[in-house]
């Protein structure tokens, strides 16, 4: 559904705007309304649980690679930090009394609080849960809003920057009908999918890092 909607209104939106050109002097036209209303949209959007790339395809092609990027970074921190703090404020107290007893909900809770940046941030890097359940699980699980937000942060941020960047070059230049890329499209996709996989191994090798030293 959300597919073959995407497509429609795509379609429909290159034969009225002729571009991602056309479409992003609309959007400017509108002031501070399109920034906050993608970033209020998608903040809901991402609560529940509409796939989260989605979003940064769309801020890459209406905002271009910086402003889409900074849009999508703001709402994807802001539905963390409300999913996170409705999960802590309404259903912590269910939570607690669910599995208080259990040995595995002891020892999560007795964990050394510098592990939960770890946990979150290689969360956010390998894309294993849906980014919308680790930020209500992390209210659930009690987590400080400094390792979630900070975790989050970095975890996110190389893979919402290359997904924006190539909605804004791939993307739009399949809408405006090019067949091949420029040289230096190339080059530069090949410098962001570096920087991704170094922002993906990084917390990783901190982590095993972190853990040999404990041992």
């Given amino acids: 559904i959300i597919g073959g909607s995407f497509l429609f209104f795509g379609t429909q939106l290159r034969d009225q705007f002729q571009g991602c050109n056309g ?32 979003i940064m395809i769309l801020g890459g092609i209406c905002f271009g690679a910086r402003w889409g990027l900074l849009w999508v970074l703001v709402a994807s921190m802001a539905a963390t930090f409300f999913s996170f703090e409705l999960a802590r404020s309404y259903g912590r107290s269910i939570i607690e009394k669910a599995f208080s007893k259990k040995k595995w909900f002891q020892k999560l809770q007795a964990r050394h609080p510098d592990s939960e940046f770890y946990l979150v941030i290689i969360s956010r890097v390998t894309h294993v849960v849906h980014f919308g359940a680790i930020s209500y699980a992390s209210g659930l699980l009690n987590l400080r809003w400094r390792s979630v937000g900070w975790g989050t942060f970095w975890g996110i941020l190389p893979g919402t920057a290359i997904v924006v960047y190539s909605a804004q070059t791939l993307g739009c230049g399949l809408w405006e009908g090019k067949k091949s890329l420029s040289t230096d499209t190339i080059y530069q996709l090949v410098f962001v999918s570096f920087l991704l996989i170094v922002g993906s191994i990084v917390p990783l090798w901190l982590q095993a890092k972190k853990q040999k030293k404990v041992s």
């Fill in 23 to 54: 479409l992003r002097e609309f959007i400017v036209s509108q002031s501070w309304l399109a920034p906050v209303g993608f970033v209020f949209i998608s903040t809901i959007a991402i609560m529940l649980f509409i796939p989260r790339t989605l």
